[in-house]
């Protein structure tokens, strides 16, 4: 019913013509806004009404200027920090502790022999180059096989334009007093052709170092993991008393990981199968203390020169890059460690251009079979594999496989040495990874504070190391020494925590709030001043819709006037012609004379033209003008 | 036809007008126009209100939201320099800082032989005769007993000195006798923290060489710490004196200190580090300086890409009085940074490896006017003595050395050179030491005024540490590790190098986020606008539209009306004069105005029936010079708006 009244009327106006102009919208408009301008723009003289128009058009501009400003802004999606210090209850640290060394050498003694005898030839024949000493004599003959796949050289460099290069077995000659470039170490791609590299080091020390692990990573990838972690150190051995708090613990609250740097690490609260550990004290009496026996003498010789405990504090359900994060702790000290976590607590996208879980980003993560999180060292090593299988097609022994693929050993992939420091080196893969990757939302740090002292004291050795030798092998004999022992405790500060946690620095509520503030500074309006002006324009729209509509009709009417040019006029116009008349009279008709006249009636003017047209439709154009 | 109504209306509009502001005849009336007219609620009610005690409450309540917002915005506009702090976390390849590495004994002590065996046997006499100690078969002892005393003034004028606290007499060194002392006593120990009272206290006087009576005298608690300061002011008096390419070929060489280098994975030598003469620390060599105008970077975390380097530490030829730990020391700065080792060095320990990671953060502070800080150090009035850029160190340093060059004349030995000086030694400056201590103290107790022109720098990076240390070599590898090592160490030492003699060191990124802390301004004008806006929108509707009107009204048209009834005043005070002049009598002038106060009264012509009309009544009018009212204005007024009968008091009468 409302909709077809709605409709009628809309016709009728239609037919009406426009009830006023727009010069009349606007002057009732600036008459009746609230917004602080327009009103005096007609209230004042002339030369004021011009400063007032200006002035509004200023303010206006000026409004929507610093509303961009700070749409704009709102739109960089800022954050503000807060930070927070204190203490309170915390999940403790997941606290990973490794042996240096990554298997006992009484246990791998066996796979590493040949390369042993190799490399103990090799450094006898640099460190004495005169031929025809003792070691040829004893030794029985060398497998030079693992040797000719990645010889070790000396380069003479004296002569910058032809180094002089010599292999150490195959020829005898000399090196004389000349040498000041150490070793160096070669390493040649597929099936001996030209395509070699030569790996130069300043020093003899890095040279063996580095050719012994990269001689031994073939060997020991081929041993099956099984085996491996058997050769590793076991947890009882090397975990000799634990106490959490007040609480004594065992080796069996440690969960084994296999870490290729360091052999069988152990994690304390890795929260991966039951609750993740609080505590609710600052201070070394109830944090985690331990007591480590890492057999120094037990140690590869070639493989680690360093010896200690390698330890790692991170979160629960996260994997240990202890080459980056970790800390070293030296034999026959005691290592106290002062936690304090400083969290980081980011907004994603679009705040910031991070990621939450890393699920967003393109790289598979190989550490997702340990379970662990995503981390950003997780991401690039397994960028870095990634991009190892599919160039050089097997995976460093170093890092996790994909399904499928298998470590690189020399017998099935006898150029990975060449392939993998090729990559390794090449900058460009490594900027690849860096920008496929992307950092956590929430980066949580251990900041340590790190203290030594040495334990056992002289006076209390004895009996500590034969308690600690009865427990761990039954035995009155004493089976520890200085350069094994450990002791590390690890514990909160007093302010355990500093968090730094972001916040949208413009809201939905600050934006409105500051547009509401500039139009309102400038001009005094409000949202309703907008709809205000909003309904002005569909006024207008409206006016502009029944002007075009009268304009055609009277297009279509000259042209019938042009067929007809001298028809008479109908009764309609006649109408009009005398009403006009008519009503000319009142414009006209403002003599001072009428000043005496008695106040008009509190009508406003009737619309006479519409009172004219259709005079029984009175009420219709009231309530459309209202 | 289109037009006619949009005319009228215009036509309605302008007769509907009030009486305008600069039109209103007086001051009550304008403020009665403006209250009625004006964008700003409140001012409305304050005339609409009918009783004087709601009258006064919106007065009140009027005045009061001007108030709050006068102070509002003034919080505002206090508050506007505020920052807020945002921390970013940056992954990325990272800028690897300069390392400075040296050793802890800045010369070879067999080379400083021939300076330094004086001073040695001077030292030595003094731990015989105060402590009882001697050094049976030591070779420095044999040399010093082939030296002749030559030029033995100088320790003359200030020997070490054993005395009781309050007996105030001393045992000299060199004769033995108890003599008297004078002058103010420094307990160079006690000064900050009390050390209670020991009966033996050994140190040293200082005399004002121009004035002997002004003497100042530095004691100790400890011997150790006694003689450490005895030697170290001698021996920077000596080595004040030896030319800077002597003192370098006397320090240690890259060769000599370098024993391995590994970086990113790949090998480095001596051609990747800068030598960089310390005064106190000889020799150190900086990795990594940016010297050659190329920055390494690293683009992965962890151990294996940093820098690995083996130090050649060697213990037997350290000097015994002057360094008494062994190792090295490191510094991590930025290259444009100049590394103060001696304040904020970490020390390095020997046969250990020990390993720096790293986790950089870069600051920055908003200068002013948010903070007291300074981009560049441009505008800080102590001239930059070190060739790097400035930092809060530099300043201070500058400052104290700029005052001693101004109060003692000559340089102390630790600081770069200012232009036009020299290092202060006895034999130029006798009066150095007395100085350089009064003047240091001066500066501890920021007397100097150095710590007030020296501000800290805006911007800064830090790279925080966490350095752990593990065995090294470990006891099974020492055995080849070392014999490998001496071997590259090369044929110029023919002994065997022993573990205490070799210091492993790892530094390396943690992991490659770079935090960003940064101080942004919490408040822009946009922001502070809007706040203006919202404060004068919450309690007066107000805007700068209210603001003009309120300066057109209160001011320009108050002014006007003002100015325009002193100009009348002025007009008719002149009409009298004239009048007075031209011989009118005052009496009937005087009469005429009190009886009709209005000018158009005093018009010459008589009234016509139209002026006499348009008359109001003058003893309604309280002010009577307005202008006729617009009495068809009045009769629509009537007609079409709904104000409140009381607003057109005055129209009507």
């Known amino acids: 019913m409302n909709l077809k009244k709605y409709f009628i009327r809309a016709l009728h106006r239609l037919q009406k013509g426009p009830g006023y102009t727009y010069k009349e919208l606007l002057v009732w408009y600036c008459d009746n806004t609230n917004t602080h301008g327009p009103k005096r723009i007609i209230k004042e003289g002339p030369k004021k009404k011009f400063i007032w128009f200006f002035l509004t058009l200023l303010f206006a501009s000026l409004v929507f200027w610093q509303w961009g400003i700070l749409i704009n802004t709102y739109l960089s999606y800022n954050v503000t920090s807060s930070l927070s210090i204190g203490f309170k209850t915390m999940k403790f640290p997941a606290v990973t502790v490794c042996n240096a060394n990554p298997f006992k050498y009484s246990e791998v003694k066996h796979l590493l022999k040949e390369l042993d ?71 040649c791609s597929h099936q001996g052709s030209d395509n070699c590299t030569y790996r130069n080091f300043t020093s003899a020390a890095q040279a063996v170092t580095e050719w012994y692990i990269l001689q031994s990573t073939s060997i020991l990838s081929k041993v099956p993991l099984q085996e491996r972690i058997r050769m590793g150190y076991q947890a009882e051995d090397m975990i000799l008393a634990c106490l959490y708090g007040a609480e004594p613990c065992n080796y069996k609250n440690f969960t084994q990981i296999y870490h290729p740097d360091h052999g069988n690490c152990y994690i304390f609260n890795w929260g991966m199968d039951e609750e993740a550990l609080n505590s609710s004290n600052p201070g070394a009496e109830f944090g985690l203390k331990l007591i480590l026996d890492i057999s120094q003498q037990d140690y590869i010789p070639y493989l680690s020169s360093a010896a200690g405990a390698r330890l790692m504090l ?10 980056d994060q970790g800390i070293y702790a030296m034999a026959g000290t005691e ?65 996790p496989l994909p399904e499928g693929r298998n470590h690189c050993n020399n017998e099935d992939n006898p150029g990975w040495a060449y ?24 980066d949580t740090q251990y900041k340590m504070t790190i203290s030594m002292a040495d334990w056992p004291s002289e006076a209390s050795e004895d009996w500590i190391f034969h308690i600690l030798s009865y427990e761990r092998d039954m035995s009155t004999n004493v089976t520890l020494d200085r350069n094994g022992i450990i002791k590390l405790n690890i514990y909160f500060q007093e302010y355990n925590y500093r968090t730094v946690s972001e916040s949208a620095a413009t809201t939905i509520v600050w934006l409105l709030s500051s547009l509401g503030g500039q139009f309102g500074f400038w001009m005094g309006g409000s949202v309703l001043c907008l709809i205000e002006f909003g309904e002005i324009i569909i006024d207008s729209l409206w006016i502009t819709i029944i002007n075009v509509i009268s304009w055609c009709k009277g297009l279509k009417q000259k042209r019938a006037q042009a067929r007809y040019p001298d028809a008479p006029p109908t009764v309609a116009e006649l109408v009009e012609a005398h009403t006009n008349l008519g009503f000319q009279h009142e414009d006209t008709g403002a003599l001072p004379g009428d000043e005496v006249l008695p106040p008009e009636p509190g009508t406003p003017p009737p619309n006479y033209d519409s009172l004219r047209v259709q005079p029984l439709d009175v009420l219709g154009p009231d309530s459309d003008t209202e | 036809a289109a037009t006619a109504p949009g005319k009228k209306i215009t036509a309605r509009i302008k007769r509907t007008l009030p009486v305008r502001g600069p039109q209103a005849p007086t001051l009550s009336e304008l403020m009665r126009w403006y209250c009625l007219n004006t964008n700003t609620h409140g001012c409305r009610r304050i005339v609409v209100s009918r009783g004087r005690l709601r009258r006064l409450l919106w007065i009140l309540l009027t005045l009061g939201a001007v108030g709050l917002i006068l102070w509002q915005c003034a919080e505002l506009l206090l508050n506007y320099y505020s920052a807020s702090v945002s921390v970013t976390v940056q992954f990325q390849k990272l800028p690897f800082p300069a390392v400075t590495i040296c050793n802890i004994n800045p010369y070879k002590y067999s080379s400083m032989k021939d300076y330094l065996s004086e001073l040695d046997k001077e030292t030595k006499k003094a731990l015989e005769t105060f402590y009882g100690f001697s050094e049976g078969k030591s070779k420095v002892r044999r040399s010093v007993d082939e030296w002749n005393s030559t030029g033995n003034d100088f320790f003359e004028q200030i020997p070490l000195l054993k005395f009781e606290d309050f007996s105030r007499t001393a045992t000299d060194l060199r004769s033995g006798q108890k003599r008297k002392i004078e002058g103010s006593v420094f307990h160079k120990d006690s000064s900050i923290v009390n050390s209670g009272d020991s009966n033996d206290i050994i140190g040293f006087q200082l005399c004002d060489a121009n004035n002997s009576s002004e003497c100042a005298l530095y004691t100790f608690s400890s011997g150790v710490n006694a003689i450490q300061e005895w030697y170290k002011l001698h021996y920077m008096n000596i080595m004040a004196q030896i030319p800077l390419e002597t003192k370098e070929k006397l ?41 050659n105008g190329t920055i ?61 990671g790293m986790h950089f953060t870069r600051s920055r502070k908003l200068s002013k006017p948010y903070s007291d800080c300074t981009e560049t150090g441009d505008d800080i009035p102590v001239e930059n003595l070190y060739n790097k850029s400035y930092s809060l160190q530099i300043c201070l340093h500058s400052c104290f050395q700029k005052a001693m060059v101004d109060s003692c004349g000559c340089a102390q030995y630790a600081q770069p050179l200012p232009a036009g000086a020299e290092y202060c030694n006895y034999k130029k400056n006798p009066n150095w030491m007395y100085c350089y201590y009064r003047l240091h103290e001066k500066f501890v107790k920021e007397q100097l005024g150095c710590q007030q022109i020296c501000k800290d720098a805006c911007s800064f990076k830090e790279w925080a540490l966490t350095t752990s240390i593990a065995q090294w070599p470990s006891t099974v590898s020492e055995d080849w590790m070392l014999r490998v090592l001496s071997w590259d160490k090369g044929q110029k030492i023919n002994k065997k190098l022993n573990k205490t003699d070799l210091a492993n060191l790892m530094v390396f990124y943690k992991d490659l986020n770079e935090r960003f802390i ?39 048209d108050s002014l006007s009306i003002v100015m325009r009834r002193q100009w009348q005043k002025a007009k008719k005070w002149w009409n009298d004069r004239k009048r ?73 009468h």
């Not at chain 1, 860096?434 to 929430?442: G, Y």
């Not at chain 2, 301004?521 to 919450?538: C, D, E, H, R, Y």
């Open chain 2, 296 to 356: 390494l970077s690293t683009s992965t975390g962890g151990s294996e890409y940093g820098l690995q380097v083996v130090l050649y530490i060697d213990e037997a030829d350290y000097n015994p009085f002057l360094v008494t730990s062994t190792g090295a020391k490191i510094i991590v700065h930025d290259q444009n940074e100049y590394p103060f080792i001696e304040d904020i060095g970490t020390e390095i320990e020997t046969a250990a490896a020990t390993s720096i």
């Open chain 1, 335 to 399: 290592t106290s460690i002062g936690v304090l976590v400083d969290e980081l607590e980011r907004m994603g996208y679009p705040y910031s251009d991070c990621t939450m879980n890393g699920s967003d980003v393109p790289v598979k993560n190989l550490y997702s079979q340990y379970n662990t999180s995503y981390s950003i060292q997780a991401c690039l090593r397994s960028c870095f594999q990634n991009d190892m299988v599919e160039i050089c097609g097997c995976g460093h022994y170093m890092f």
């Open chain 1, 314 to 323: 991170h979160q629960q359900k996260s994997f240990p890059f202890l080459k």
């Open chain 2, 580 to 652: 007075d002049r031209s011989g009118k009598p005052p009496q009937a002038g005087d009469l005429e105005r009190q009886g009709h106060d209005n000018p158009i009264c005093l018009d010459e012509d008589l009234p016509t029936f139209n002026t006499a009309l348009r008359l109001p009544l003058p003893q309604d009018n309280p002010l009577p010079r307005t202008p006729p009212p617009n009495y068809s204005t009045l009769r629509l007024e009537t007609a079409f708006t709904e104000q409140l009968p009381d607003t057109l008091e005055v129209g009507q």
């Open chain 2, 251 to 291: 320090s240690y060489s890259a060769d000599d200190l370098l024993l391995t280098c590994f970086f990113d994975g790949l090998s480095c030598d001596k051609r990747h580090f800068t030598r960089f003469h310390h005064p106190l620390h000889g020799n150190c060599y900086t990795f990594n300086s940016g010297e």
């Open chain 2, 518 to 556: 940064s101080e942004n301004p919490a408040n822009t004008l946009v922001i502070l606008l809007s706040n203006f806006g919202g404060q004068l929108g919450l309690w007066m509707s107000c805007s700068v539209v209210c603001v003009i009107e309120i300066v057109e009204v209160f001011f320009i």
């Open chain 1, 117 to 187: 005898r190799l490399i103990e030839a090799a450094l006898e024949r640099i460190l004495q180059p005169t031929p025809g000493n003792s070691s040829e004599k004893i030794s029985p003959p060398l497998d030079l096989e693992l040797w000719h796949q990645i010889p070790l050289v000396l380069i003479d460099e004296h002569d910058k334009d032809n180094p002089i290069i010599l292999d150490i077995f195959e020829s005898n000659q000399t090196a004389g007093g000349n040498q000041t470039a150490g070793g160096n170490e070669t390493s």
């Open chain 1, 419 to 442: 392939c993998y420091s090729s990559l390794r080196s090449s900058i460009g893969h490594r900027q690849i990874c860096i920008d496929s990757c992307k950092e956590t939302c929430n």
